[in-house]
Protein backbone atom coordinates (compact mmCIF):
# COMPACT_ATOMS: atom_id res chain seq x y z
CA UNK A 1 0.00 0.00 0.00
CA UNK A 2 3.15 2.52 0.58
CA UNK A 3 4.69 1.76 -2.40
CA UNK A 4 0.65 2.37 -3.81
CA UNK A 5 0.49 6.30 -2.80
CA UNK A 6 3.76 6.86 -3.34
CA UNK A 7 4.00 5.93 -6.86
CA UNK A 8 0.36 7.97 -7.00
CA UNK A 9 2.18 11.09 -5.28
CA UNK A 10 4.98 11.23 -7.48
CA UNK A 11 2.45 11.33 -10.54
CA UNK A 12 0.80 13.89 -9.07
CA UNK A 13 4.16 15.91 -8.43
CA UNK A 14 4.83 15.21 -12.15
CA UNK A 15 1.61 16.63 -13.61
CA UNK A 16 2.11 19.63 -11.05
CA UNK A 17 5.56 20.51 -12.22
CA UNK A 18 4.12 20.55 -15.82
CA UNK A 19 1.25 22.47 -14.97
CA UNK A 20 3.59 24.63 -13.47
CA UNK A 21 5.87 24.56 -16.72
CA UNK A 22 3.25 25.48 -18.61
CA UNK A 23 1.68 28.53 -16.19
CA UNK A 24 5.55 29.72 -16.68
CA UNK A 25 5.54 29.78 -19.82
CA UNK A 26 2.27 32.43 -19.89
CA UNK A 27 5.01 34.45 -18.23
CA UNK A 28 7.36 34.15 -20.67
CA UNK A 29 4.85 34.51 -23.83
CA UNK A 30 2.70 37.18 -22.91
CA UNK A 31 5.25 40.17 -22.93
CA UNK A 32 7.42 41.70 -20.80
CA UNK A 33 6.15 42.31 -17.26
CA UNK A 34 8.08 45.80 -16.94
CA UNK A 35 6.21 47.07 -19.90
CA UNK A 36 3.11 46.41 -18.07
CA UNK A 37 4.06 47.39 -14.64
CA UNK A 38 5.51 50.79 -15.90
CA UNK A 39 4.26 53.82 -16.20
CA UNK A 40 4.81 56.53 -18.92
CA UNK A 41 6.66 58.60 -16.23
CA UNK A 42 8.86 55.71 -15.44
CA UNK A 43 12.40 56.18 -16.76
CA UNK A 44 15.20 53.49 -18.18
CA UNK A 45 16.87 53.67 -14.83
CA UNK A 46 12.91 52.61 -13.21
CA UNK A 47 12.67 50.00 -15.64
CA UNK A 48 16.26 48.37 -15.18
CA UNK A 49 15.54 48.44 -11.30
CA UNK A 50 12.09 46.72 -12.10
CA UNK A 51 14.00 43.86 -13.98
CA UNK A 52 16.54 43.13 -11.49
CA UNK A 53 13.83 43.29 -8.59
CA UNK A 54 11.95 40.59 -10.53
CA UNK A 55 14.75 38.31 -11.61
CA UNK A 56 13.59 39.19 -15.27
CA UNK A 57 17.73 39.30 -15.52
CA UNK A 58 17.83 35.76 -14.53
CA UNK A 59 18.37 32.70 -17.28
CA UNK A 60 14.82 30.49 -17.95
CA UNK A 61 16.23 27.88 -16.08
CA UNK A 62 16.91 30.03 -13.16
CA UNK A 63 13.53 31.87 -13.32
CA UNK A 64 11.75 28.68 -13.70
CA UNK A 65 13.11 26.97 -10.50
CA UNK A 66 12.39 30.19 -8.46
CA UNK A 67 9.05 30.35 -9.92
CA UNK A 68 8.15 26.94 -9.00
CA UNK A 69 9.85 27.47 -5.52
CA UNK A 70 7.26 30.72 -4.83
CA UNK A 71 4.71 28.72 -6.19
CA UNK A 72 4.99 26.12 -3.74
CA UNK A 73 4.74 28.38 -0.97
CA UNK A 74 2.08 29.79 -2.34
CA UNK A 75 3.71 32.99 -3.44
CA UNK A 76 2.91 33.78 -7.16
CA UNK A 77 3.84 37.58 -6.66
CA UNK A 78 2.36 41.12 -7.42
CA UNK A 79 -1.08 41.54 -9.61
CA UNK A 80 -0.19 43.67 -12.84
CA UNK A 81 -3.48 45.45 -12.51
CA UNK A 82 -4.31 45.82 -8.66
CA UNK A 83 -0.77 45.89 -7.18
CA UNK A 84 -1.46 43.62 -4.37
CA UNK A 85 -0.17 39.44 -3.72
CA UNK A 86 -2.18 37.30 -6.12
CA UNK A 87 -2.84 34.72 -3.29
CA UNK A 88 -4.53 37.56 -1.54
CA UNK A 89 -6.71 38.46 -4.25
CA UNK A 90 -7.81 34.76 -5.02
CA UNK A 91 -8.15 33.98 -1.11
CA UNK A 92 -10.76 36.94 -1.39
CA UNK A 93 -12.43 35.40 -3.79
CA UNK A 94 -12.34 31.58 -3.22
CA UNK A 95 -15.36 31.38 -0.34
CA UNK A 96 -17.87 32.61 -3.16
CA UNK A 97 -16.47 30.25 -5.82
CA UNK A 98 -16.25 27.18 -3.15
CA UNK A 99 -20.02 27.35 -1.75
CA UNK A 100 -21.08 28.07 -5.26
CA UNK A 101 -19.26 24.53 -6.24
CA UNK A 102 -20.55 22.73 -3.08
CA UNK A 103 -24.01 24.17 -3.29
CA UNK A 104 -24.41 22.83 -6.86
CA UNK A 105 -22.41 19.83 -6.05
CA UNK A 106 -25.38 19.02 -3.02
CA UNK A 107 -27.99 20.01 -5.69
CA UNK A 108 -26.99 17.47 -8.11
CA UNK A 109 -27.01 14.67 -5.53
CA UNK A 110 -30.43 15.51 -3.91
CA UNK A 111 -31.81 15.74 -8.14
CA UNK A 112 -29.74 13.35 -9.81
CA UNK A 113 -30.15 10.43 -7.58
CA UNK A 114 -33.65 9.99 -7.12
CA UNK A 115 -34.52 10.71 -10.60
CA UNK A 116 -31.84 8.58 -11.85
CA UNK A 117 -33.54 5.51 -9.49
CA UNK A 118 -36.97 7.04 -11.03
CA UNK A 119 -36.56 6.22 -14.62
CA UNK A 120 -34.56 2.59 -13.87
CA UNK A 121 -37.52 1.34 -12.18
CA UNK A 122 -39.89 3.13 -14.11
CA UNK A 123 -38.93 2.53 -17.75
CA UNK A 124 -41.13 2.73 -20.44
CA UNK A 125 -43.11 5.31 -18.48
CA UNK A 126 -43.94 8.39 -19.99
CA UNK A 127 -42.16 10.46 -17.46
CA UNK A 128 -39.75 8.11 -17.51
CA UNK A 129 -38.96 8.76 -21.05
CA UNK A 130 -39.59 12.77 -20.72
CA UNK A 131 -37.03 12.67 -18.09
CA UNK A 132 -34.59 10.65 -20.44
CA UNK A 133 -35.39 13.18 -22.92
CA UNK A 134 -34.52 16.26 -20.71
CA UNK A 135 -30.85 14.65 -19.54
CA UNK A 136 -30.40 15.02 -23.35
CA UNK A 137 -31.01 18.98 -23.24
CA UNK A 138 -29.53 19.33 -19.55
CA UNK A 139 -26.27 17.34 -20.62
CA UNK A 140 -25.75 19.35 -24.18
CA UNK A 141 -27.14 23.57 -23.19
CA UNK A 142 -24.11 25.00 -22.39
CA UNK A 143 -24.11 26.78 -18.90
CA UNK A 144 -24.27 30.48 -19.89
CA UNK A 145 -27.37 29.55 -22.36
CA UNK A 146 -28.84 28.08 -19.26
CA UNK A 147 -27.77 30.85 -16.92
CA UNK A 148 -28.88 33.64 -19.54
CA UNK A 149 -32.58 32.14 -19.92
CA UNK A 150 -32.84 31.60 -15.97
CA UNK A 151 -32.03 35.49 -15.92
CA UNK A 152 -34.90 36.05 -18.27
CA UNK A 153 -37.24 33.97 -16.87
CA UNK A 154 -36.79 34.08 -12.53
CA UNK A 155 -35.04 38.06 -12.76
CA UNK A 156 -36.68 39.99 -15.50
CA UNK A 157 -40.02 38.18 -16.24
CA UNK A 158 -40.74 37.16 -12.54
CA UNK A 159 -38.46 39.43 -10.51
CA UNK A 160 -38.43 36.41 -7.83
CA UNK A 161 -34.31 36.45 -7.90
CA UNK A 162 -31.74 38.76 -8.49
CA UNK A 163 -29.75 38.43 -11.29
CA UNK A 164 -26.32 39.22 -10.20
CA UNK A 165 -24.30 39.58 -7.52
CA UNK A 166 -23.71 37.67 -3.78
CA UNK A 167 -25.79 39.51 -1.92
CA UNK A 168 -25.09 40.39 1.70
CA UNK A 169 -22.16 38.40 3.18
CA UNK A 170 -20.86 37.60 6.96
CA UNK A 171 -17.13 37.39 7.83
CA UNK A 172 -16.17 34.23 9.65
CA UNK A 173 -12.32 34.83 9.71
CA UNK A 174 -10.99 35.05 6.68
CA UNK A 175 -14.08 33.49 5.64
CA UNK A 176 -16.86 35.45 3.97
CA UNK A 177 -20.34 33.64 3.25
CA UNK A 178 -24.06 34.47 2.17
CA UNK A 179 -25.55 31.13 3.93
CA UNK A 180 -26.43 33.47 6.45
CA UNK A 181 -28.05 35.84 4.74
CA UNK A 182 -31.35 36.12 3.04
CA UNK A 183 -30.31 38.17 0.19
CA UNK A 184 -27.09 35.97 0.16
CA UNK A 185 -29.18 32.35 -0.02
CA UNK A 186 -31.44 34.35 -2.78
CA UNK A 187 -28.38 35.37 -4.84
CA UNK A 188 -26.86 31.90 -4.80
CA UNK A 189 -30.12 30.06 -6.48
CA UNK A 190 -29.57 30.80 -9.75
CA UNK A 191 -25.72 30.65 -10.48
CA UNK A 192 -26.31 26.93 -8.35
CA UNK A 193 -29.19 25.82 -10.72
CA UNK A 194 -27.05 26.74 -13.90
CA UNK A 195 -23.52 25.33 -12.54
CA UNK A 196 -25.64 22.21 -11.14
CA UNK A 197 -28.14 21.04 -14.16
CA UNK A 198 -24.82 19.25 -16.30
CA UNK A 199 -23.78 17.44 -13.16
CA UNK A 200 -27.40 16.11 -12.41
CA UNK A 201 -28.02 14.92 -15.66
CA UNK A 202 -24.65 12.84 -15.18
CA UNK A 203 -25.51 11.46 -12.24
CA UNK A 204 -29.25 10.85 -13.07
CA UNK A 205 -27.55 8.93 -16.45
CA UNK A 206 -25.34 7.51 -14.51
CA UNK A 207 -27.32 6.14 -11.44
CA UNK A 208 -29.73 4.68 -14.38
CA UNK A 209 -27.44 2.66 -15.90
CA UNK A 210 -25.96 1.24 -12.54
CA UNK A 211 -29.28 0.56 -11.58
CA UNK A 212 -30.41 -1.59 -14.31
CA UNK A 213 -26.96 -3.86 -14.44
CA UNK A 214 -27.58 -4.23 -10.47
CA UNK A 215 -31.54 -5.09 -10.57
CA UNK A 216 -30.42 -7.91 -12.93
CA UNK A 217 -28.26 -9.51 -10.95
CA UNK A 218 -28.97 -12.75 -8.64
CA UNK A 219 -29.24 -11.77 -5.57
CA UNK A 220 -31.52 -8.67 -6.38
CA UNK A 221 -33.76 -11.74 -8.09
CA UNK A 222 -33.32 -13.49 -4.71
CA UNK A 223 -34.09 -10.60 -3.00
CA UNK A 224 -37.53 -10.39 -4.65
CA UNK A 225 -38.42 -14.05 -4.45
CA UNK A 226 -37.88 -13.69 -0.65
CA UNK A 227 -40.90 -11.01 -1.15
CA UNK A 228 -38.69 -8.48 0.25
CA UNK A 229 -40.66 -5.24 -0.38
CA UNK A 230 -39.89 -3.43 -3.64
CA UNK A 231 -38.71 0.01 -1.78
CA UNK A 232 -35.93 -1.91 0.37
CA UNK A 233 -34.75 -3.52 -2.40
CA UNK A 234 -34.75 -0.75 -4.72
CA UNK A 235 -33.47 1.86 -2.12
CA UNK A 236 -31.30 -0.57 0.54
CA UNK A 237 -29.94 -3.44 -2.20
CA UNK A 238 -30.12 -1.84 -5.29
CA UNK A 239 -28.93 1.76 -4.94
CA UNK A 240 -26.28 1.53 -2.41
CA UNK A 241 -24.67 -0.70 -4.40
CA UNK A 242 -24.53 1.78 -7.30
CA UNK A 243 -23.20 4.40 -5.54
CA UNK A 244 -19.21 4.16 -5.51
CA UNK A 245 -18.86 5.56 -8.68
CA UNK A 246 -21.09 7.89 -8.31
CA UNK A 247 -19.17 9.28 -5.11
CA UNK A 248 -16.36 8.76 -7.29
CA UNK A 249 -17.50 11.06 -10.32
CA UNK A 250 -18.90 13.35 -7.32
CA UNK A 251 -15.62 13.93 -5.93
CA UNK A 252 -13.82 14.47 -9.49
CA UNK A 253 -16.18 16.41 -11.10
CA UNK A 254 -15.58 19.23 -8.10
CA UNK A 255 -12.68 20.42 -9.81
CA UNK A 256 -14.86 20.59 -13.03
CA UNK A 257 -16.89 22.38 -11.40
CA UNK A 258 -14.12 24.75 -10.09
CA UNK A 259 -13.23 25.49 -13.44
CA UNK A 260 -16.45 25.55 -15.46
CA UNK A 261 -17.58 27.80 -12.81
CA UNK A 262 -16.07 31.31 -14.48
CA UNK A 263 -18.85 31.06 -16.90
CA UNK A 264 -21.38 30.88 -14.48
CA UNK A 265 -19.60 33.62 -12.69
CA UNK A 266 -19.16 35.79 -15.39
CA UNK A 267 -23.17 35.55 -16.33
CA UNK A 268 -24.25 35.94 -13.05
CA UNK A 269 -21.29 38.89 -11.99
CA UNK A 270 -20.36 36.89 -8.90
CA UNK A 271 -17.26 37.37 -7.63
CA UNK A 272 -15.35 34.09 -7.69
CA UNK A 273 -12.06 33.21 -8.37
CA UNK A 274 -13.46 32.63 -11.94
CA UNK A 275 -14.44 36.14 -12.15
CA UNK A 276 -11.06 37.00 -10.84
CA UNK A 277 -9.56 35.06 -13.85
CA UNK A 278 -11.69 36.53 -16.67
CA UNK A 279 -10.79 40.03 -15.68
CA UNK A 280 -7.05 38.78 -15.32
CA UNK A 281 -7.51 38.24 -19.00
CA UNK A 282 -9.14 41.25 -19.79
CA UNK A 283 -6.24 43.30 -18.66
CA UNK A 284 -3.48 40.84 -19.04
CA UNK A 285 -2.82 40.22 -15.07
CA UNK A 286 -0.24 37.22 -15.74
CA UNK A 287 0.37 36.45 -12.18
CA UNK A 288 -3.31 35.80 -11.79
CA UNK A 289 -3.86 33.87 -14.67
CA UNK A 290 -0.88 31.79 -13.98
CA UNK A 291 -1.78 31.12 -10.15
CA UNK A 292 -5.82 30.45 -10.99
CA UNK A 293 -4.30 27.73 -13.57
CA UNK A 294 -2.02 26.04 -10.82
CA UNK A 295 -4.57 26.39 -7.93
CA UNK A 296 -7.05 24.86 -10.24
CA UNK A 297 -4.91 22.07 -11.71
CA UNK A 298 -3.84 21.43 -7.79
CA UNK A 299 -7.30 20.89 -6.86
CA UNK A 300 -7.58 18.41 -9.59
CA UNK A 301 -4.76 16.38 -8.74
CA UNK A 302 -5.55 16.48 -5.24
CA UNK A 303 -8.98 14.63 -5.88
CA UNK A 304 -8.25 12.31 -7.88
CA UNK A 305 -5.70 10.99 -6.10
CA UNK A 306 -7.46 11.08 -3.25
CA UNK A 307 -9.74 8.73 -4.93
CA UNK A 308 -7.10 6.60 -6.26
CA UNK A 309 -5.79 5.95 -2.81
CA UNK A 310 -9.51 5.24 -1.11
CA UNK A 311 -10.23 3.10 -3.97
CA UNK A 312 -6.97 0.93 -3.39
CA UNK A 313 -8.27 0.97 0.22
CA UNK A 314 -11.33 -0.88 -0.43
CA UNK A 315 -9.96 -2.81 -3.14
CA UNK A 316 -6.35 -4.54 -2.46
CA UNK A 317 -6.39 -5.99 -6.08
CA UNK A 318 -5.91 -2.41 -7.67
CA UNK A 319 -2.28 -1.93 -5.49
CA UNK A 320 -0.84 -4.34 -7.68
CA UNK A 321 -2.66 -3.68 -10.87
CA UNK A 322 -0.70 -0.29 -11.30
Known amino acids: MLVFVIKRLLNAALVMLAVSFLAFLIFQLAGDPVDMMSTEQSTQADRDELRERLGLNDSFLVQYLRFVGNAAQGNFGISYRNGQEVLGL ?66 VSLGWLPAFGRGDVVDLGWWSTGLLTKSGLMALILPSISLSLYQVTLIMRLVRAEMLEVMRSDYVKFARARGIPRHRIYFRHALRNCLMPVVTLTAMNIGTLIAFALITETVFQWPGMGMLFIQAVTFIDIPVMAAYLCIVAFIFVFLNTMVDITYAVIDPRLRDAT
Open 90 to 155: IADRFPATMELVLIATILSLVIGLPLGVLTAIKRGAWYSEALQFGSIIGVSLPSFVVGILLILVFS
